[in-house]
C-alpha cells in the first residue's frame, strides 16, 4: 500500500470553497442582461468515485449562451493515489438563464494537491433548470467528463486519464424565472393602453369592416396582454419574444398564421401609405435599422402608437412624440402592411 501523504492545505481550501459558495446564493441585485452567480455539488464516476465542488460567474453573451468562469475542486481523498485537484474552469452554456433543459460544456486546469502536478480536463452534457425562487433555480446536470494528467489532448489519452459519467446539482443566481405574468413596464402618462372597445372603435373609424375590426382589436389586446415579457432571440412564446416572434404570436393566437422572420412578415397583406392618419390597429410596421431591407417589426396601436419586443422587451413606442426615441423610431420607419380588411 502506498503511504498517503497529508496535506495540510485541503481542509482550508474546503473551508473557502463553502465561503464563496454562500456568497454566491446570497440574492445580490444583479443586471436584467443574465449576470449571476452559481455552485455545483456533483459526484463523477471513471475508476473510482470523486466528489466535485464548484462556484463561479456567468454572464449572458449572446441570444441564448453565456459564458463563465468557476473554482472548481476535485475531492478524490478515498482512493489511493489520492488525486484531489483544485484549480479554475471557463464555462460556455446554452439556455442556463432560463428554466427547462440547457447544455452546458467546461475547460478547466488544475493542480493536484499531492504532488503539484497540473491536470487538464473537459466535459460536456444537459441540465435541466427549475426555479425555486425570484432570484434563485434549481439545476441536475449529467455531463461526460474527461481527464488528462500529461497536457496530451482529450483525444490522445492515456490509459491512465480518468473519464466517466458526473451528476451534479447546480444553484444559480441572478437569471429571474420566466412565469406567466410579468410587470407592465412604465409608459408615458399621456399613454393608456387601450382596451378591446378602443381598438375596436378606431379600427372602425379608419375604415375596417365589422369582422376585420374586432379581429385586428384581438390580436393587438392579445400583443398587450404579454406587455413586459423579455426579449429573446428566437422567441414566440410566453417565455419570450423577439420582434418577429411576437406577431406571430399575437396573429397565430386567433388562427392567422404569418411567416417566422421580419423581412416575409413585411410582405403579407397589402401596402399601406407610409402616414400615421392612414394607419389602423393591427397593422405591421416595419423598420430598417441596418439600410438592408426590414430588419424589426412592431404591430400599430393607435395614435400613432405600436407594440414590439425590443432590447428591454415588450413595449410600447411611439412614431408622434418628439422624444429621441420616438424620433429614432420615425426615421428608421420604411413600410406599413395591413393584414386585415
Known sequence: ????????????????????????????????????????????????????YAVGYHHRLLGPFDWGVALAHVDDSRWLPDRTQTGGELTLGVGRRGRGLYATSKAGLAMRHQDGALVASWSAGLGLAVPVLPFLSLGLEATYRTEDQQGRGFWRLLPSDRRGLALAVRLATGSPPRGRTRPRPPQSPSFEPPSEDDLLRLSRERGA?????????????????????????????????????????????????????????????????????????????????????????????????????????????????????????????????????
Open 1 to 52: 500500500m502506498v503511504p498517503r501523504q497529508a496535506v495540510s492545505c485541503r481542509p482550508s481550501a474546503r473551508r473557502l470553497l463553502l465561503a464563496v459558495w454562500a456568497a454566491a446564493l446570497s440574492p445580490l441585485p444583479l443586471s436584467a442582461q443574465g449576470s449571476g452567480f452559481e455552485a455545483s455539488y456533483g459526484r463523477w464516476w471513471p475508476d473510482s468515485t470523486a466528489i466535485l
Open 209 to 341: 369592416s365589422r369582422e376585420g375590426a374586432r379581429l385586428a382589436a384581438s390580436v393587438v389586446s392579445t400583443a398587450l396582454q404579454v406587455m413586459g415579457t423579455p426579449y429573446t432571440w428566437g422567441g414566440n412564446d410566453e417565455n419570450g419574444y423577439d420582434c418577429s416572434g411576437l406577431i406571430q404570436y399575437a396573429y397565430g393566437q386567433h388562427g392567422i398564421i404569418l411567416p417566422r422572420v421580419s423581412r416575409d412578415q413585411a410582405r403579407m397583406g397589402r401596402p399601406v401609405e407610409q402616414r400615421i392618419e392612414a394607419l389602423q390597429p393591427g397593422d405591421i410596421l416595419g423598420f430598417s435599422v441596418e439600410r438592408a431591407g426590414v430588419t424589426h417589426v412592431g404591430l400599430y396601436v393607435g395614435e400613432g402608437r405600436f407594440i414590439h419586443s425590443a432590447s428591454s422587451g415588450v413595449k410600447i413606442s411611439s412614431l408622434s412624440a418628439t422624444d429621441p426615441d420616438s424620433q429614432w423610431w420615425r426615421r428608421h420607419w420604411v413600410l406599413a402592411r395591413r393584414i386585415l380588411q
